[in-house]
Structures are given as C-alpha cells and as structure tokens.
C-alpha cells in the first residue's frame, strides 16, 4: 500500500511553555500563524501534528496552570490546521526535570496533561509501564504505523538530560506491528536524538542562572568525568544503536522524528542485510524558542523558531522546515527543503530537493565581504586584528548590523570609540567599514588551552556570517605568514548545523581566502589555521606581520 492522496504532517519539537516568557507571546503568536499559512498554501487540513517534547520547559511548573496554557496554545493550533486535527504527544526532558537536567523526576507534568487532553490529544506517558506504544489506527487514519516512545526514562542520578531505548519496549511494538498491513511504512516518535546532530554534539551543557549549580556543571562535572560538561554526555538516549538496528530488522521503511537539540536534520541510514529496511531520521527545531548558537561561548546569532512538514504521496516523501519570525508578531517565514526520497519496498532512495521552493524572508546581497588583516600586538599570545567590511545589496541601500566576536577580554575598537565585545556594529553599504580588534584570536596552543580548556583544538581562526541570501560571499585572511600553508576552509549552515569543507584560496605567500556563491542566510564561513607551538619546531622561524599602523591603513582587496 502506498501514502495515497497526498497528506501532510507537522511535526513540531520543543515549545518549552513558560521557560522565555517574555518572547513566548509572540513566538507563539507567529506559530499559529505560520501554521495558518500552511494550511493555506496546501489547500487542505494538515493529517496529523506530532509533538516530540518539552512541551513544557520543567517539570516543576504548576501543573493546572500549565495544563491550561497549552490547551489553549493547541486549541490555536488546530484552528490554523483543520477541526481537531488527529495529534500525538510524547514527552521529553524538560517535561520529566527540573530545567530538563535535576532531579525530581516527576510523572505527574505529563500525567495531568494527558488528563487534560483526553479526547482532543493522544498522550504518551504518565506513568504507564511500557515506553513503548502503537498508536491505535482508530486515532490517526493513516496508511502507516505509529510507534511512540518514551525516551525520558531517568528514574535515578541528580543530573541528566537523557535516557534509555529499552529493548523489550521496542519488540514489544514490532511484534504488535509484524504480520498487520506489511506494506506500511512505521512513524516513530521519541523526543531523544538516536544519532549525534551536527554542531550540538561538542556544545557544552547550558546552565542558565548563576550559582553553585551552575559552577558544577561547567567546573565541577568535568574535573570528576572527562567531558562531563558537554551535552552528548548527558542527552543522549543509552542503547540507542540497538534500537536503530532493531528499527531496520522490521523489514519496513522507518521514518524517525525527534527533537531535543533544537535543530531541524535529516538523515537516512540503510539497512545492509537483505529483508532489512531503511531508517530516514528527521528532528525539528525549537517551536518555542529562538535558539542560540555561539562559537566562543557567547551567542553569535539567534535562529528563527521553526517546525517541519513532511508530505506524503504514494511512494514518495519530503520535508520541510518551515521558521518564522519571533521577535515581534510577523507573517515572515522561511522555507528550506530538507529531503525528498521515493519509497522502494523497504527502502527509502533519496532524490535532489527542489532549492527553488526555498524561501527566504529579507534583502539580498550582490556580495558580502570580509578581510581580516592579522598582526602581533602588545599581548605576543594573541592576534590583533584590522577588520575591513563590505556589503552590497541587490536593491536599495539598508541597514546592516552585526555582532562582533572574540575570545573573553578582546575589545573592538572603532574610531575613537573602544568596547569590549560581544558589540554590535553598523556596516555602511556605500563604502567599507574598518575597526579593530584586539586580542581577536589566540596565536598559540597554550593560549587556546587557556581561553577554551584542556579540549581545545590548536587552531585559530577568522569567521564571516553571511545572514542574508548573497550572490557571493567571501572571507580573506592576511598576515598568516608561514601558518598559511596550514590553513583550511569551512562553512556551516546554522539551520541545520551541517558543516562542510570549504576550499582555500591562496594568494601570495600569507593571504588566504574562502568563498561561496550563491550563498544561503545564516551561513557561517571560516579560515582555520594551525597555531604556534612552542613545544615545536615544526613551523621553522616564524616571520611577524605587517606593523599594526601600515595594516590598518592598507586597502582590502575586493572579491572581484
């Protein structure tokens, strides 16, 4: 059997209710609008809302309040969707913890909101002995099964963010599942990662207030357990290889949605024996928050909340993220195919996505520009910086404003003004915008392991983000010296977390360039290069750069 008529499903992860209060009026305003949107474009009632945790964002909050705040966020939803919409909730997280990481473990969150719901939303959870469960047809309609899982599991340690994929749990819902309709294909719900995603897998654990707790988790945890203080400790969910493995052995094509590290992904992993199926892993964004990213420990940008929708017809799938503006209540929205792949029997075969449905809210750029000009100031452990800035719009002139960033204790300076950063900047479209920056990067390994810990990589590097859509965009680096032999290129697209290697351009003996045309917003390009060792003598004489006043007043070098 095939999906039939087209259909679609949203899936949405991570609302944490009441955890940014003062944002969340208007998040989830826009969302319930976006979702309208959809509805719209589509011409028809979405088939299903799936919701893969952290509805709310601890399980501490009192539960008649929190209960009545998402009914009546769901009740929005399904007015934007279609008449009551057939939706499944799991838990994660958050909705089990304090803060999604303390001790209690709590059931009752969970429990009252299944209470709360009954009859308008199939909940998993509250306290029932299997973590896993078949979602009666009867709920949904659809030509597929669906198997919810409760990954959230924890009953034991002080700190934790994970949990477990219980085997019997599984089996259990592959034996109800084999011998019934064996042409369809399986949907299986869980809130944790069964695969590491991109960037999140080496961020450090989160603690938002100050105190002891917080000096635990970032002092304290790492001192009595390598790493840790890094998520992929404490957030993924044990046994989950198994439980992929056992998911290709049903012999059906599987479709994974998750949550929990706030970043829409795909990716498919194929089975290798015969009568084994596929696994096309999917997770969403944070609905219900803007999340930050941050390369220095400090947030360098802020993405847009989103949700996915994966259409289904006959033989074929495809996904979306859809993100939407969050600052104020706009109808702004972003689309970015995700993936599209064709259904043979057990077998997803993935098929190029249509670049030209993406949507991309906000002006456009002819070219995007930065030279970053290194010389050796008053601190010999670290580079300063002359940064020269260019940015041309495809149409009329208009503000651009970014942030500038650097290890703790560099300060930007900018005419007669200095600060310390993070700092925002006005770049003027008309002609370049020069400052500098001080202490911009470490210059030696020992300075990196001082700024960034024992687990610091012994590269510097400069960066470029490009937050508009741009013809071109280009990053050069100067004053290298002998470490431009050594130096690589990268780009990442901060939707998803995918980073690529990035071919380098080399132009006389220290200058170094990276550039993407037809570059896509929030993406991040990056020189790396290999940093002094002064237990080696690997780089030989290591030759000084350019005077600070002669950098500062030299012309960049345009892309063209």
């Known amino acids: ?311 289904l017809e006959h033989d074929w799938i495809e996904v979306e993220q859809i993100a939407f503006g969050w600052r104020h209540v706009s109808e702004s929205i972003a689309r970015r195919p995700m993936v599209s792949a064709l259904r043979r029997r057990a077998r997803w075969i993935p098929m190029p996505v249509d670049r030209e449905s993406a949507v991309e809210p906000g002006p456009r750029l002819l070219a995007n520009e930065a030279v970053h000009e290194l010389f050796e100031g008053s601190d010999a452990a670290r580079f300063d910086a002359v940064v020269t800035r260019r940015v041309r719009f495809a149409g009329g002139a208009q503000p651009y404003v970014e942030t500038v960033h650097g290890p703790p204790g560099a300060r930007l300076r900018q005419g007669e003004h200095e600060r310390a950063v993070p700092a925002e900047i006005a770049i003027d479209p008309s002609e370049a915008t020069r400052y500098a920056l001080f202490g911009a990067s470490p210059r030696t390994v020992a300075e990196a392991v001082r700024v960034g810990g024992r687990q610091a990589a012994p590269f510097g590097r400069a960066a470029l983000m490009n937050r508009y859509q741009a013809e071109r965009a280009a990053l050069i680096v100067r004053g290298l010296g002998a470490r431009a032999a050594t130096a690589f290129g990268s780009v990442t697209d901060l939707g998803t977390g995918l980073e690529a290697p990035l071919p380098v351009e080399r132009a006389g003996a220290d200058e170094v360039r990276v550039r993407v045309i037809d570059c896509a917003p929030r993406s991040l390009l990056r020189v790396h290069w290999l940093l002094d060792d002064e237990r080696a003598l690997w780089l030989g004489e290591q030759p000084r750069a350019e005077p600070a006043i002669r950098s500062a007043t030299r012309d960049a070098a345009s892309i063209e």
């Open 1 to 311: 059997m095939t999906f039939g008529p087209r259909r679609w499903i949203v899936h949405l992860s991570d609302l944490h209710l009441f955890g940014h209060p003062a944002e969340q009026a208007t998040i989830f305003e826009s969302l319930v609008g976006a979702l309208a949107q959809e509805r719209r474009r589509r011409g028809t009632e979405a088939s299903l809302v799936c919701l893969t945790g952290d509805v709310f964002d601890s399980s501490t909050l009192p539960k008649a309040a929190a209960t009545r705040a998402f009914g009546a966020l769901l009740d929005g939803m399904h007015e934007a969707l279609g008449a009551r919409v057939p939706t499944v909730i799991v838990p994660g997280n958050h909705d089990r913890r304090r803060a999604g990481l303390f001790l209690p473990h709590d059931e009752g969150l969970f429990e009252a909101l299944r209470a709360a719901l009954r009859g308008r939303a199939w909940v998993l959870g509250g306290g029932r002995p299997c973590l896993a469960e078949v979602v009666p047809h009867e709920v949904h309609g659809l030509p597929l099964w669906i198997i919810a899982y409760d990954s959230n599991h924890l009953p034991e340690g002080a700190i934790g963010a994970g949990g477990a994929m219980r085997q019997e749990d599984i089996l259990r819902a592959a034996s109800i599942v084999d011998g019934h309709e064996p042409t369809w294909p399986v949907l299986f719900l869980l809130h944790h990662h069964l695969v590491p995603t991109p960037l999140t897998d080496l961020g450090p654990i989160e603690v938002r207030s100050p105190g002891p707790v917080r000096w635990l988790v970032e002092n304290g945890l790492p001192r009595l357990l390598a790493n840790g203080d890094r998520e992929e400790l404490f957030m993924t969910a044990l046994g989950a290889g198994t439980a992929l493995s056992t998911l290709q052995a049903m012999g059906r094509p599987v479709i994974v949605l998750h949550g929990h590290k706030h970043y829409a992904t795909s990716r498919l992993l194929s089975g290798t024996r015969p009568g084994h199926g596929d696994v096309l892993i999917v997770s969403a964004g944070s609905a219900g928050t803007a999340q930050t990213w941050s390369p220095e420990g400090q947030d360098a940008a802020r993405l847009w909340p989103s949700f996915n929708v994966l259409e």
